[in-house]
T-cell receptor, first 119, second 111 residues
Framework: NAGVMQNPRHLVRRRGQEARLRCSPMKGHSHVYWYRQLPEEGLKFMVYLQKENIIDESGMPKERFSAEFPKEGPSILRIQQVVRGDSAAYFC?????????????????FGNGTRLTVT | DQQVKQNSPSLSVQEGRISILNCDYTNSMFDYFLWYKKYPAEGPTFLISISSIKDKNEDGRFTVFLNKSAKHLSLHIVPSQPGDSAVYFC??????????FGTGTRLQVFP
């Protein structure tokens, strides 16, 4: 998992607060993916971004969740007005793909995740 | 709608024996398949992959088999070692860039 940096590793928020999760991709990677893992479940796709552009947000809840990947700085996953059901591990992954297309025989590289606990 | 399924939540194998983890998928557009290994409190680590033009890929103790007609893939670990104890996820990619993951199989290798 070396290379994809996520912080914080652990985040505790009270119901109604905002949570901000940060992800810095591996050097040279221009694409970032966010996944969520609820307790005892698999990883669920949330959103896929490249710099300054959201490519696919089909897995994002319609309300309270947003993501960005600015030209400078890390990708941010923001959860507003958190509820207990948001408690989960949030993983970021990056990919070296530089454009859309079918040449994609490369794996995603994951960070160690942010564990969000909503009290 | 679970497009990638791992029907065995857990598997226990003796050290030195073969571990076989199974995965089924439903989407015929999937053409790239991966296995990830995950330890507690860490992110998934890429293990091995296979594209749909092949039916087998081998890397050391790990071999992945793909049966496209059955929409089934499997991961063989031989010989199994205690350090292999982890949760294993299969994942698939089709005509979009995202990976779709299964729910995972917890492998325990005992001495």
């Amino acid at each position: 998992n070396a290379g994809v940096m996520q912080n914080p590793r652990h985040l505790v928020r009270r119901r109604g607060q905002e949570a901000r999760l940060r992800c810095s991709p591996m050097k040279g990677h221009s694409h970032v993916y966010w996944y969520r893992q609820l307790p005892e479940e698999g990883l669920k796709f949330m959103v896929y971004l490249q710099k300054e552009n959201i490519i696919d947000e089909s897995g994002m809840p319609k309300e309270r969740f947003s993501a960005e990947f600015p030209k400078e700085g890390p990708s941010i996953l923001r959860i507003q007005q958190v509820v207990r059901g948001d408690s989960a591990a949030y993983f970021c992954a990056s990919s070296p793909r530089t454009g859309q297309g079918v040449s994609y025989n490369s794996p995603l590289h994951f960070g160690n995740g942010t564990r969000l606990t909503v009290t | 709608d679970q497009q990638v399924k791992q029907n065995s939540p857990s598997l226990s194998v003796q050290e030195g024996r073969i571990s076989i983890l199974n995965c089924d998928y439903t989407n015929s557009m999937f053409d790239y398949f991966l296995w990830y290994k995950k330890y507690p409190a860490e992110g998934p680590t890429f293990l091995i992959s296979i594209s749909s033009i092949k039916d087998k890929n081998e890397d050391g103790r790990f071999t992945v088999f793909l049966n496209k007609s059955a929409k089934h893939l499997s991961l063989h670990i031989v010989p199994s070692q205690p350090g292999d104890s982890a949760v294993y996820f299969c994942a698939a990619r089709g005509n979009t860039d995202k990976l779709i993951f299964g729910t995972g199989t917890r492998l325990q290798v005992f001495p």
